[in-house]
């Protein structure tokens, strides 16, 4: 008995534990699918305009008078790649009146390989578009004399959270008979819709599902009604927005809710309070190759003002030599990877709160006060200051360079570059706002390493870092931080040393590589430009 | 005579080129001035309510009947960190049943310090805040009965650019009275209003201007003229929105227009047509430390089934040695740098499409088939898709991770990560959607690189990468894509070699380092936490 007592107690305990197993394993929701794929969806474009009354085709025969200096300002359909033409033939006249010049983009590729060529970009674009385009962008029009009162922008939910609706949805029926009743149908696509409470009065249809109703013959509760209406987010995406109808006696409101997780900051330790202190903020980013006594000479003129602050080389010379100091630190590259990758490499090593980058020819003075950088950077929005470079003649540059882009159609785009800036910085008269500098820089960390320098630019490139900054980076540039360029000057008695004839051999190449990494060519490969106009 | 009329005519070329020299540097425009100071600025918020009718306060005396089930679901007011208590005390409880542990993150820094580290993070995040908040996100309040029609979304224009605003604009105004005059004015900030055509009938004042008005006492002409109506930024931003204002007979109608570049893309060229071309679109990426053995029985792996792939190698070693191979590219970092900050150097230096991340422990087999992940990554919107990996025993893990942050108040919001996913993917029935994943996955290059791996987080890190990527990143994983695990198991009769041991003791460090470089003082200080949930 006592041994059948154990068994039992045994197989008790066994299943006891399977079902407990069983349990824990058992799908405690079903999962849905969800369509990830690369197709084009639904999108609510002009949905109203069937919806609109007659009287716009009256409007057509209303007769108008073209104002010529605003019609010309709109963009045209598609962009043509021309520059300027004619001018003055004097001897100094590209100098005194710098004309545009446009370059078509596409001749960077053999004439056998450009269809193809054409063919790939199109279906690379096809598919970023379908990753890049929201229904938040997209055209919505408010009708006119709807009873509904909504919110129109600022509604956000977190993905698969809930929120009320805000806005304080409101009916404003105005019928004089007593007591019709009033119903309002609301729709989502990405979610649900709630109430997170309930009144009296008020007939509630479809409440947890996509589609709900409100109907009620007495108005006050079915605006009470409404300001309890939740939406929740139920198909996740980490980034996207539902589009959300309501529906009245013939009148829609539609609006769309963003469903996004919110940006989450990235945020940096300044040291010390009290003035800034650069060895904290600042890390100083330069990348060298075949010109170690030039880099040393940089080395030695920053330690003179900034004895204490990192600096990071990249480094993808042949024979690497070892450079060594506190506060260094050397990276090791494949010999001659590039320049936008040693570039690219150094600002992702960055652990301070800005980096300043430097190239390995610079030679700091008393005239490199970082802490006006500094200044500038904590004190307003930029993202990134550039300052100014002084040869050995004593002619000093800050390449201020405004970039804009004029959509073009299945081509690509025109990229436009001129000399310039936008505006005078208040508070900093020595400070403009642009859209590219001179490679003399400081920048927020986090700013710059999202940007990225593109290492497949190997050799010759610098504004093409401004231009996959656009619209992301905050760019200005001061005038009153100065460094010095090392002379590039060469004496005719002085020989060439090895080194220096192998760096020019890799610094100004022939114009046979590959292509698409070539600097026009990625212009129309991954940015997809037809065109690139400047002066 | 001859000398003077040579003199007169070189008087006269200096004049011209003096003349020429002084027109060339004449200012063209006067250049405003443009505050971009870190200050707040009016916000349009609520700006309806004030205006809205009595009939809301009565609502208040409506009552309602609170649902519990969609209540529970609203956002707190500020986070709590707390996890799961109790629970039954079995034996194999976490393993069955795991529960939710709660780890307020503050606890990362002494007390002497912390008051300190709450200050200036504060500060930062205010000046974040300020970086980041946009016109465009501010909740804005669509009026019941506006006799104007207007566009409420999807309005956008580059900036310094003109567009026609869209949505055709029009006045329904139904007043029986012959002909009274109908008055629009129209209010811009960050640019000004004009008509890029002339409709007769209509008086038009402030064209040009930030402020316009129309006025007319024939509507069909006053709507032809609203066809006509532009908006010119003309304040420079990259990326930011202007609030435009209608205002009619008391109505307002408000919306914004979001100034902006637009996205330019980032395309990768993707090597032949036909089948994936796996040595064109994927570079495989890791990191080594003390570890060539079994860094090598990688490369030997790989190479088995993919011969020419290029392979990626950051090496912060103390005495690094050279690895050597066609398609290797190995970068030495200085010693002890960092995990994270290796694999940011490694990410950086791909130029292929697809980058694949590996530990440089793991074997390639024959399940391990890249062309599947490639397969996801091609055909649906998803940027990055982990595979799974088998360690000796057999056991394979896909680690998935949903992630979550919930809002709060000044100590920060509160971080909270499950075990599990959100949906399977149609499709890929093999494949979830979810947002942290094991250290083995495929992904777009160009988003990994705009996440970046933080270098300031050196030793024990992982899912720290997923949460720097919420939002921005849409991550899969798929289970039928494995690599091997190289066994940790160490055999008691077996001595653990020297480079073992320094890299124990690198990779399980003591808890003494710099504590807003560990992971819970980054996730507090940087990501601004409060606390860390997880199951």
Redesign the interface.
Known sequence: MRSLRKTLLLAILVSVVLV??LL?SWPTRA????????RPGPIVERHL?ER?PE??H??GN??????DS??I???RNGCVCEGESGGVN?P?AQL??PRVSAHPLHTAFEASELE??KR??AK??K??Q???ESL?????????????????????V???????I???V???F?KVDCCPTVKINMTATLGTL???????GVKIKGDGEMHMTLSSSLL??L???L??V?Y?NT?????TADTVHFETEGHQ?I??I?I???????????GS?GEYNVSALVTIATKTFLRYDKLQDLIDSVRRYYPTVTIVIADDSENPKTISGPYI??????FG?GWF?GR??A?????TKYVLWVDDDFIFTANTKLEKLVDVL??????LVGGAVREATGYTATYRQTI??E?GEEDGDCLHMRRG???????FPNC??T?GVINFFLARTDKV??V?F???LTRVAHLEFF??G???????SCDDVIVNHATKIKLPWVTQSESDKTYAKFRYPPASSDA??TKNGLLF????FQCLTHN
Do not use: C
């Open positions: 407990l197993a824990h999962y849905t699918t969800v369509d990830v794929w690369q305009e609109l009287a716009d009256r409007l209303i007769p108008f008078r073209v104002r605003v019609a300002l709109l963009a004097l100094f005194l009146f193809e060529m790939r970009r690379e674009y598919s970023f379908k990753r890049s938040a962008d997209v055209l919505i029009i408010a009708e006119a004399n709807n009873p509904l009162q909504y919110p129109t922008q600022g509604v956000e977190r993905p698969l959270k809930t929120i009320i805000p806005g304080r409101r009916h404003t105005v709630n109430v997170a409470a309930e009144v009296d006050p509760n605006n009470r009604q300001q309890f939740t929740t198909l996740f995406h980490p980034s409101a609006f769309s963003k996004r997780h919110g940006v989450t900051p990235k945020l940096y330790n300044t309070k630190e050397h990276y090791i590259m494949p990877k990758a690219n490499l600002v992702s090593q960055v652990t904590e004190r307003t929005t930029l993202d804009s882009i959509p800036f936008h505006h005078v910085i208040q508070g403009v706002v859209d390493q999202q990225g593109d290492p497949r231009i996959d656009l619209g992301s980076l905050h760019v200005g698409t990494h490969f991954k940015n997809r």
